[in-house]
T-cell receptor
C-alpha cells in the first residue's frame, strides 16, 4: 500500500491561504489521492480527491504534481474553524475492494 | 439527508467480553468500511463490505468480524476484548463505483 508523508504540524494566519503538502512517492497509476480532516476526534470529513488532474471544490483545491509523487491541499482563506488534523490518503484497490490508508496527518492551527 | 449513523456513541466493556457496534450508511450508499483509530493515531482499515460479503480486510485478527445486511447497514463484532482494543471505531460508507467516503462520528470503546 502506498504510504503518505506529511508535516506533523503547521500554522496559518486567519484569512491567509493554507498550503498543506503531502508526499506519496510510491503511488500507483490507478490510485487516487484523498484529503480528509478531523476535528476533535469526530469522524473524518471529506475534503477533496483526485487522480492526476488538479481539482477544486467549494472547500479547497488539490494540486497534484505531474509525476503524481506529491500533492498540495490549498485552503484559500483559512478560518479558525479550519483548525483540525488533515490527512492525505491514498486509496488502494477499486470499487468494492478498496481501502483508505491513513498516515498520522498534519495538525493545522489557524490563528488570529 | 442523513449521513452515516453509528451506535452506540460510547461503550465500556470488560476485558474478555464481546461487543457489537452498528452502522447505518448514508442514504444511497451501498458499501461500508470499518476503521479503528487509537488515540493520537490515524484510522486503520479493518474491513469493507459490499453485497453482504467481506471484500477487503486489513491487518486485524479474526476476533474482528462483521456483517452487512440487505439494507446496507453493518455491524462490527469484536470477541475476547483486549485492553488494546480501546479506540474510536469509525464506519464509512461509499458507492461501489467510487467517489468520496462518508464517515460517521464513531463509537468510542473503552476496555477495562
Amino acid at each position: 500500500d502506498a504510504k503518505t508523508t506529511q508535516p506533523t504540524s503547521m500554522d496559518c494566519a486567519e484569512g491567509r491561504a493554507a498550503n498543506l503538502p503531502c508526499n506519496h512517492s510510491t503511488i500507483s497509476g490507478n490510485e487516487y489521492v484523498y484529503w480528509y480532516r478531523q476535528i476533535h476526534s469526530q469522524g473524518p470529513q471529506y475534503i477533496i480527491h483526485g487522480l492526476k488532474n488538479n481539482e477544486t471544490n467549494e472547500m479547497a483545491s488539490l494540486i497534484i504534481t505531474e509525476d503524481r509523487k506529491s500533492s498540495t491541499l490549498i485552503l484559500p482563506h483559512a478560518t479558525l474553524r479550519d483548525t483540525a488534523v488533515y490527512y492525505c490518503i491514498v486509496r488502494s484497490g477499486t470499487g468494492t475492494a478498496s481501502k483508505l490508508t491513513f498516515g498520522t496527518g498534519t495538525r493545522l492551527q489557524v490563528t488570529l | 439527508d442523513a449521513g452515516v449513523t453509528q451506535s452506540p456513541t460510547h461503550l465500556i466493556k470488560t476485558r474478555g467480553q464481546q461487543v457489537t457496534l452498528r452502522c447505518s450508511p448514508k442514504s444511497g450508499h451501498d458499501t461500508v468500511s470499518w476503521y479503528q483509530q487509537a488515540l493520537g493515531q490515524g484510522p486503520q482499515f479493518i474491513f469493507q463490505y459490499y453485497e453482504e460479503e467481506e471484500r477487503q480486510r486489513g491487518n486485524f485478527p479474526d476476533r474482528f468480524s462483521g456483517h452487512q445486511f440487505p439494507n446496507y447497514s453493518s455491524e462490527l463484532n469484536v470477541n475476547a476484548l483486549l485492553l488494546g482494543d480501546s479506540a474510536l471505531y469509525l464506519c464509512a460508507s461509499s458507492l461501489a463505483q467510487g467517489g468520496g467516503y462518508t464517515f460517521g462520528s464513531g463509537t468510542r470503546l473503552t476496555v477495562v
